[in-house]
């Protein structure tokens, strides 16, 4: 199994980003790529590699199912890519549209900073014990 190190973390948010990001990186010693818009995510993917994405589902413009969407349809999407979407729409339909879409599993907002490292480890490593 690989060891997550690259997360790219896709929010519109500024503040959450910030927090999400200290708690990714200082916290949880990731590497991240932050990103405001999934226009952004887009630019930047390619440069980047990241082997999880973390998007927001609610954002203005392209949102996070958008997002998705479109990085998997230009091949940055792989079978080996995690995805998880953080929302706070975490009702069981909305979980079971976001896994069909293609997401690996869904993180609750609000989070806490101090477990959302390991909570992204957790999804990371169920995603992998799937692949092997």
Known sequence: MDTLERVMYVE?????????CMALEDVGGLTVKAC???EQALRDVEAFAPQMFLLD???????????LLE???QGYITE??????????VHPEEI???????ATDVIAKPFDPMTLADDVRSIWKAFNG???
């Not at 080996?80 to 729409?89: D, L």
């Not at 079971?96 to 293609?102: H, P, S, T, V, W």
């Open 57 to 67: 589902v609610m954002m203005p413009g392209m949102d996070g199912p958008s997002t």
């Open 130 to 132: 799937r692949l092997n």
């Open 96 to 102: 079971a549209r976001y896994k069909k879409l293609g």
């Open 80 to 89: 080996a890519t995690a995805v998880a979407f953080m929302t706070a729409k």
């Open 12 to 20: 519109d948010d500024d503040d959450i980003r910030l927090v999400a």
């Open 36 to 38: 405001s818009s999934g």
């Open 71 to 73: 990085l998997s349809r």
